[in-house]
């Protein structure tokens, strides 16, 4: 059984780096077949999605964070990270990370989530 | 990119139906999207892809056979019939756009679905 398990700060400063880290378990983050995204959902709001990253490193991001987001993948760890830079109370949100197969596969959606992280951006 | 549309909010009556909309915005009517359904204090759940011409490929594990989806022009429906309790939830609609460099996914607002 594949899991995700998010981890990192629970509490950072405006205008600091938010890192978070996902941890992949029951399956290789190697694999060819998925993509590897985040998600964040502020309180009482809806899910925004942040970027994704393949295997190979290749990354999508969301045009709105952009120039603020990092997603890298540590397959020897089996892992992959966000990092957000200059956050502010906006940013505030629960964090998952999440598995999608890739397009055209039979699961070609968000099979896997974490259970999620809350970040509070706070001095 | 594609804006998704979700009313905020819908409700029904225990045992009844309930119809949740997620509407395209214009020009993107071929497009198929995802719903997730998102508990109270829990992670969202895939629950079924959906085009103009209905589901696209199976639905998620442990989704029951209550639930069903449609497409129509810009809009992709997700039907619930005998509602129970456990359907209390917030109800996500997703669509990707683009490939290679260019892709993006975008969510709706979701809506939160009140079981009376």
């Known amino acids: 059984q594949v899991q995700l398990q998010e981890s990192g700060p629970g509490l950072v400063k405006p205008s600091q780096t938010l890192s978070l880290t996902c941890t992949v378990s029951?399956?290789?983050?190697?694999?060819?077949?998925?993509?590897w995204s985040w998600i964040r959902q502020p309180a009482g709001k809806g899910l925004e999605w942040i970027g994704r990253?393949?295997?190979?490193?290749?990354?999508n991001y969301n045009p709105s964070l952009k120039s603020r987001v990092t997603i890298s993948v540590d397959t020897s760890k089996n892992q992959f990270s966000l990092k957000l830079s200059s956050v502010t109370a906006a940013d505030t949100a629960v964090y998952y990370c999440?598995?999608?197969?890739?397009?055209?596969?039979?699961?070609?959606?968000?099979?896997?989530w974490g259970q999620g992280t809350l970040v509070t951006v706070s001095s | 990119q594609p804006v998704l549309t979700q009313p905020p909010s819908a409700s029904a009556s225990l045992g009844a139906s309930v119809t949740l909309t997620c509407t395209l915005s214009?020009?993107?009517?071929?497009?198929?999207v995802d719903w997730y359904q998102q508990r109270p204090g829990k992670g969202p759940r895939f629950v079924m892809r959906?085009?103009?011409?209905?589901?696209?490929?199976s639905k998620g594990d442990g989704i029951p056979d209550r639930f069903s989806v449609l497409g129509s022009g810009l809009n992709r429906y997700l039907t619930i019939k005998n509602i129970q309790e456990e359907d209390e939830s917030d109800y996500h609609c997703?669509?990707?756009?683009?490939?290679?460099?260019?892709?993006?996914?975008?969510f709706g607002g979701g809506t939160k679905l009140t079981v009376l």
């Open positions: 999440a598995r999608r197969g890739v397009y055209g596969a039979a699961n070609y959606y968000f099979d896997y």
């Open positions: 029951g399956g290789s983050i190697s694999s060819g077949s998925y993509y």
């Open positions: 990253i393949y295997t190979s490193g290749s990354t």
């Open positions: 214009s020009g993107y009517s071929n497009y198929k």
């Open positions: 959906v085009g103009t011409g209905g589901i696209v490929g």
């Open positions: 997703g669509a990707d756009h683009g490939s290679g460099s260019n892709f993006v996914w975008v």
